[in-house]
């Protein structure tokens, strides 16, 4: 309550010294703005100044871009915590180190996916590799991405969409056919299960033709993904799908463990 009256002084105050000063263009009056400004979060005006060159012109609104942008990179987390789970949700291309070849290679090609927007062709991606390989990373990575040109994005886990009846999992799987990226991530053994892999086919077919694609993580190898999908399914994906290995990494999980529980070797 203290904190909002203070601030709600601190604005009127500021209000007050900003209109007090005459400025002869929009451009200055945003610039000596910047000058001061205190970070958008404590943006007195809202990000917006009203400039008023004199009493009888009509008042002209500056919409500051430095506030616009922090806006921006908000509302951007915002809907990657709608997408993913919290847990996950810093995870960028930034933040994914190299830990190998293979890792530094699928990073490259993620990064390239995302530059060309390549899931806006229908283009479809396999991120294969061991536990804690950094592959959902990538996957949401590619999300934020995604969502940060404007594009929707969903990532579910391929364990989630075999959940109850058949007509439960037929509605999961239609829901799914808009999204203009969708990752399914962490697939196992649900490729043993038929009704799954028809479904899915259908999703990736359906998607493929209105040119969305979709990213499959998995730590089968590829060989067993292949042969789970069959031949005829492999030859019809082929056409629009990269596979991409991530090698020679040790599970990610393990250093990070070892880092939170360091209290553990304290005397
Ligand atoms: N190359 C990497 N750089 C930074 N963090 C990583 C890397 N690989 C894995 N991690 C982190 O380790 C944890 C597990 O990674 P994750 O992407 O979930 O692995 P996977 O999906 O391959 O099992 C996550 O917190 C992730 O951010
Ligand atoms: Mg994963």
């Known amino acids: 309550m203290k904190l909002n009256s203070t601030r709600a002084q601190r604005a009127q105050d500021s209000q007050k010294k900003i209109s007090q000063r005459r400025f002869t263009t929009p451009r200055e009056m945003l610039d000596n703005c910047l000058e001061k400004c205190p970070g958008p979060y404590e943006c007195p005006y809202g990000g917006v100044l009203i400039f008023e060159s004199s009493p009888t012109e009509q008042p002209i609104p500056i919409v500051c871009p430095r506030y616009q942008s922090w806006l921006k990179q908000v509302e951007l987390e915002h809907k990657l915590r709608e997408i993913v789970p919290d847990n996950l949700a810093d995870k960028s291309f930034e933040n994914f180190m190299i ?59 391929a364990v989630d969409l075999l959940h109850g009846g058949f007509q439960a999992i037929d509605e999961r799987f239609e829901a799914l056919r808009g ?30 033709r209105q040119k969305r694609g979709t990213v499959f993580t998995t730590n089968l190898p590829m060989r067993d993904f292949m042969n789970a999908l069959g031949s005829k399914m492999f ?10 290995e991530i090698k020679d990494v040790d599970d990610y999980r393990k250093t990070l463990r070892d880092k939170n529980l360091e209290w553990l070797k304290e005397e």
């Open 179 to 208: 999204v203009d990226l969708l990752v399914i991530d962490d697939l196992t053994t649900e490729f043993e299960n038929k009704y799954f892999l028809q479904r899915a086919f259908e999703l990736i077919e359906h998607r493929y």
């Open 99 to 157: 830990r190998s070849a293979s890792s530094g290679e699928a990073l490259k090609l993620m990064k390239k996916y995302v530059k060309a927007r390549a899931w806006e062709q229908g283009a479809n991606i396999l991120i294969t590799g061991p536990y804690g390989a950094g592959k959902t990373h990538l996957a949401i990575a590619t999300i934020r991405k995604a969502i940060e040109v404007g594009d929707t994005a969903a990532l579910v886990l």
């Open 235 to 244: 030859s019809r994906l082929y056409e629009s799908l990269l596979t991409i």
